[in-house]
């Protein structure tokens, strides 16, 4: 009897599922007058692991990044010098972070969501939640009770299959940190990638996707993109913007209190005066005042 297939949940087949809902790229005539891919597969991929390794930045230099990714996407490698996958010490920083942070790390996945995919379709970022359930789902080397970080408090996979309304975002950085953290074999994806494509007929030619899933789903279910609103996200993003400050006029406000005339030791009802100038407060009666604050000339400045 023939196996039954099962696909598998790893870093490669999740990146290729973003890729397949990623913004469109720059046409070669706008790559020929100099502007750059902003979209491409590379600079997805650098966002994600600067989720685990915010210092990190692709190569400069030569071609061999483009080559880790195209290796990765394709789960033909799990980490090398330029996919740091095997790194402990950062993934288990990432892990904190997730678990003690979790705001924090949302807002980065929520600016890989804005910065690389299709956000403007939203069919396109259905299909992309649907077909990331749909593998979860079909995965059933991750069990029921496996839990993933949705929000600060985790749900098992059964409880987040079971919801009917998601954030994209959220739902991304969930499975992404289950992947990092559980899933450092990606070669066990490259069977699930090749069901996925249709063999290119040429060597070195793309492989076509083909693949049905997220088309469907046994489930009608309603999502948001970010973490937070876009608008808010984007305020967060430019921090280009400076706080104003409202400066209200100076006020003078009189008082009036009992005093003893110094000159003939009658008690009187006099004027307090107290008043805003020159940088600070100047309060006092008629037979002498008192300075608060900063009196200084403006040639002292």
Request: glycine share 6%; hydrophobic share 35%; aromatic share 10%.
């Amino acid at each position: 009897m023939e196996k039954q297939y099962s696909p598998y949940l790893c870093g490669g087949v999740f990146f290729l599922l973003l890729t397949e809902a990623k913004e469109k790229p720059a046409s070669r005539r706008q790559l020929q007058s100099g502007l750059k891919d902003r979209v491409s597969n590379k600079n997805i991929l650098e966002a994600l692991i600067q989720l685990i390794v915010p210092s990190f930045h692709q190569p400069s230099v030569g071609k061999t990044f483009g080559g880790d990714t195209s290796d990765y996407r394709a789960c033909k490698v799990s980490h090398g010098l330029n996919l740091p996958f095997d790194d402990t010490t950062e993934i288990d920083g990432f892990d904190n972070r997730v678990k003690s942070q979790y705001q924090s790390v949302v807002h980065q996945m929520d600016t890989l969501v804005d910065n690389f995919l299709h956000t403007e379709s939203d069919e396109r970022m259905r299909w992309l939640i649907q077909a990331i359930l749909s593998l979860l789902s079909e995965d059933h080397s991750v069990t029921d009770g496996t839990l993933f970080y949705l929000s600060e408090s985790p749900i098992s996979k059964k409880e987040l299959l079971a919801l009917d309304q998601y954030c994209l975002s959220s739902l991304l950085l969930a499975v992404w940190h289950y992947i990092v953290v559980n899933r450092p074999d990606n070669e066990k994806g490259r069977a699930t990638f090749e069901q996925f494509h249709e063999r290119a007929d040429e060597v070195g030619a793309r492989w076509k996707f083909i693949s049905p899933i997220g088309k469907t789903y046994p489930r009608q279910i309603t999502f948001d993109l970010f973490s937070v609103k876009s608008e808010e996200m984007h305020e967060e993003n430019s921090g280009n913007s400076a706080k104003h400050t409202d400066y209200s006029e100076p006020t003078v406000e009189v008082y009036e209190a009992p005093v003893t005339n110094p000159l003939t030791g009658e008690r009187i009802l006099a004027q307090f005066h107290v008043e805003a100038k020159d940088g600070g407060i100047a309060a006092g009666i008629v037979y002498g005042g008192i300075n608060i604050g900063d009196r200084r000339k403006k040639n002292d400045e």
